[in-house]
């Protein structure tokens, strides 16, 4: 049973037109991170929460938001989006000694 | 700070067994992962080590973590074609909380 729930898994947006991804846990993780994965590189940490707690990374473009309403969810909000945006978004959680990803979203913009 | 650091590819024939290194630098790190990634997938857990245990054995794969030299390392036995996917090594670090993944090592498999 899928544990980290990442919706949807395929998103096209226009150039400019904000899009918000979404993630869910099952896990009840205190911990939750988003990352961007462009081809075949490493997943790059965009933010994670802390419970509440905010972190965000200090080369994480103020294009990319994030919101996190309750344990369960997390979304990632990007204002404007650029072709540069394109790429996969992965969400993931960490508690009880592991870290689980979800299958990731991957954007494209047209 | 934090970075971890991987070899970018690595070629084996299938049958033969395969070692993927990695090294970091957080000595607060307390968790260390290895992911699998096949094209076009998500992340998937393979394995991971506490940061006070020195190896893990999960069927076939080994997993050996020197924490003195901040050296861990994945072993394959029997590697088969199916196995073809890029492997990334990762850890939490114990300061800040975050999943700082390396690079990545392409793993190629020839029949």
């Known amino acids: 049973d899928a544990m980290v729930i990442q919706n949807p898994r395929y998103q096209v947006t226009q150039f400019g037109k904000p899009v918000t991804l979404s993630c869910s846990q099952t896990?009840?993780?205190?911990?939750m991170y988003w990352y961007q994965q462009k081809s075949s590189q490493a997943p790059k940490l965009l933010f994670h929460y802390y419970d509440k707690d905010f972190n965000n990374e200090a080369d994480t473009p103020d294009n990319f938001q994030s919101r996190r309403p309750n344990t369960s969810f997390c979304f990632l909000d990007i204002r404007s989006p650029g072709l540069g945006d394109a790429a996969m978004y992965l969400c993931a959680t960490s508690g009880d000694r592991r870290a689980f990803f979800g299958q990731g979203t991957r954007l494209t913009v047209v | 700070g934090e970075d971890v650091e991987q070899s970018l590819f690595l070629s084996v024939r299938e049958g033969d067994s395969s070692v993927i290194n990695c090294t970091y630098t957080d000595s607060s790190s307390t968790y260390l992962y290895w992911y699998k990634q096949e094209p076009g997938a998500g992340l998937q857990l393979l394995t991971y080590i506490f940061s006070n245990m020195d190896m893990k054995q999960d069927q076939r794969l080994t997993v050996l973590l020197n924490k003195k030299d901040k050296h861990l390392s994945l072993r394959i036995a029997d590697t088969q074609t199916g196995d073809s996917a890029i492997y990334f090594c990762?850890?939490?670090?114990?300061?800040?909380?975050?999943?700082?993944f390396g690079q990545g090592t392409t793993l190629q498999v020839k029949p």
């Open positions: 896990l009840n993780h205190n911990v």
């Open positions: 990762a850890e939490i670090s114990g300061n800040t909380g975050k999943l700082i």
